[in-house]
């Protein structure tokens, strides 16, 4: 039974958002009890909705990012549409965005002039690059944040350099900005007064390069790119099975000597001097995973699941997006729930934060504009959006 009071109820946030970063911050907001009104473009709408139509005809990245939310359309280069804007914001605890640098300026909805009006409001900016610095105008996409930060350069191959398969400079974002907006909610509570803050893609995917980026101010070089391999630990890297392969990593020399006799059931490698430490097994790493490959190579991937589980070896199974979709661990913790959407009701997965007195809501995902009558109603306007206002300026 769930009986808490949810974390953020009470808390009404509006989002002026597009894409992934924004969004996932407000959607995080919203998970915790926020009520979170997303303003979009007329006709158009947040430009994720069109990313592609797989879910049931919706945008994979606006189904994951975007439940939970009012969705009103309104043009903010209308004088209506922006009538109706600054009174939401006027009734808001936060103000959250991520547009173009500049473009909430030429609107008069920067944080500066908010707050002046509104000394209690909690202004978060979402930008590429930050406020000031050669960058500052940049456009700033995932992909074009990984390579400016390194990230892009010690993923991959020794041969080829890639970027993650997630985005991972907008998700760092996004949980900063949620974060920070949290953080700004608590010292009002303390203070009396909001505040304006700034998280930028570039200085997340930084944060995320910190032990690459020590390495290289105090290591003098760049750590390189190994796969599913480790450049400081062996053996540390997918390997072969009968019908398949397995990740393990042996991170000290106690889980090398239960790897080779538990599992393998071969102790004669336990001492072996070009095996027996970390540093030996490093310099040695072709004939260390030449000898796990061999031994691995006689099991199949389930059974030598279990043989390293039961030896307390580090180790997983390389799944794809299928497995994970019916992966025991979803289903065993009862993750899954169903989220209400205009197409139909979808799946989606509980958020990470879990309350022991309190599930979080997976609210519906909102049609373009769905809230319009009631919200403008609140507000007591009578508007309609008109043209199509476009938030990069």
Known sequence: ???????????????????????????????????????ERPGQGDFARDYDAAVHGLSTHFAWL???KESLAIDLKSDGGLRAARELIARADVFLHNTAPGALERLGLD?????????????????????????RDRK???????????????????????????????IGAGLYAAMSAMSALLRRERTGAGGVVDVSMFDAAVEWMG????????????????????????????YPTADGQILIGV??????????TEVFGAPEHAEDPRFATNVARVRNRAECDALVAACTAR??????????????????????????????????????????TEA??????????????????????????????????????????????????
């Open 140 to 170: 700033a996409y995932d992909m074009l944040v990984q390579a400016e930060t390194g990230m892009v350069a010690v993923t991959g191959t020794p041969e080829t350099p890639s970027k993650t398969g997630v985005p991972n400079a907008d």
């Open 299 to 340: 099991f199949a991937t389930a059974e030598l699941d279990e043989r390293l589980a039961a030896a307390g070896i580090p180790a997983a199974q390389i799944n794809g997006t299928a497995e994970l979709a019916e992966h025991p661990q979803l289903a065993e913790r009862d993750r899954w729930r169903t989220v209400p």
């Open 66 to 68: 975007n439940r939970g």
């Open 211 to 238: 032990h690459p980026l020590y390495m290289q101010l105090y290591g003098g070089a760049q750590i390189p790119r190994m796969g599913l391999s480790h450049a400081a630990i062996a053996p540390y890297d997918a």
């Open 1 to 39: 039974m769930t009986t808490g009071e949810l974390p953020l109820a009470g808390t009404t946030v509006v989002a002026l958002e597009q894409a992934v970063a924004g969004p996932l911050a407000s959607r995080h907001l919203a998970d915790l009890g926020a009520r979170v009104i997303k303003i």
């Open 111 to 135: 944080g500066e002039t908010l707050r002046a009006a509104h000394p209690r409001l909690v202004v978060v900016n979402i930008s590429g690059y930050g406020t000031g610095g050669p960058r």
């Open 344 to 393: 139909g009701e979808i799946r989606g997965v509980l958020p990470p934060m879990t309350f022991r007195d309190a599930e979080l809501p997976m609210g519906r995902i909102p049609a373009l504009g769905e809230h319009n009558a009631a919200i403008l109603a609140e507000l007591e306007l009578d508007d309609q959006p008109d043209g199509g206002g476009d938030f990069d300026g």
């Open 251 to 260: 991170q000290n020399d106690r889980g090398w000597r239960r790897l080779v």
